[in-house]
C-alpha cells in the first residue's frame, strides 16, 4: 500500500539511519530500540588509530584534538584571506601548509593564553570593528569604529597598539 513511499525508501537505504530501523509486518518502518540501546554504549567514544606504540593514549588522542583545532584554525585563515582549496604535489609545497597550519595554531594558542578567551570568542568580538569610508565631495575620510572596553582589554592582553582611528583622508 501507500506504506512503502519515497521517504521510506530513502531513510532505509540510508547509510546512518537504516541500521536503526525495522520494518513491521505491514511493510512500515519502526525504530528498533534494541539497535538504539546497543549503540548507545558508544555515544562519546571515539577510535583513534596510530602507527606510534610509543605515545601514550592521551598524548595520541591530545594530538589528534591538536589535529582538528590546526584544520579549524587553517579554514578560518583560508577563508578569511578567501583562498581557493590547494591541491599539493611537491613535498615543500606539502610542508609549507603544514608550517602554515602550525603557525595560524600557534597564533591561536598565544591569543587565547594572552586574552583567557576562546579564539571563536576573540574572533567573533573583533569581527564588530569595521573601516568606515566616508566619500564627500570635498574628498573622502576613512575611519574605523569605535573600540569597546573588551576590544581594548583583548589588545592590552596581547600587548600590541589599538589600531588608529583615522586611516585615510584624502581631499579631491
Request: hydrophobic fraction near 35%.
Amino acid at each position: 500500500g501507500d506504506a512503502h513511499t519515497k521517504a521510506h525508501c530513502r531513510l532505509h537505504s540510508h547509510p546512518t539511519y537504516k541500521r536503526y530501523l525495522k520494518i513491521d509486518k505491514r511493510g512500515n518502518l519502526r525504530i528498533d530500540l534494541d539497535a538504539v540501546k546497543a549503540m548507545g554504549h558508544l555515544d562519546g567514544k571515539y577510535l583513534l588509530r596510530t602507527s606510534d606504540d610509543t605515545l601514550s593514549t592521551e598524548d595520541v588522542a591530545l594530538g589528534y584534538k591538536q589535529l582538528l583545532k590546526v584544520e579549524a584554525a587553517f579554514r578560518t585563515l583560508k577563508q578569511s584571506l578567501e583562498l581557493r582549496p590547494v591541491y599539493h604535489r611537491k613535498e615543500e609545497r606539502i610542508r609549507s601548509d603544514v608550517l602554515l597550519c602550525w603557525l595560524g595554531l600557534m597564533l591561536i594558542r598565544i591569543i587565547e593564553n594572552q586574552t583567557g578567551r576562546t579564539w571563536r570568542d576573540v574572533r567573533s568580538l573583533m569581527q564588530t570593528l569595521h573601516l568606515i569610508e566616508y566619500r564627500l565631495d570635498a574628498g573622502k575620510l576613512r575611519q574605523r569604529t569605535e573600540l569597546t572596553e573588551e576590544h581594548r582589554a583583548i589588545v592590552s592582553a596581547l600587548n600590541i597598539e589599538e589600531p588608529q582611528q583615522i586611516w585615510d583622508i584624502s581631499l579631491s
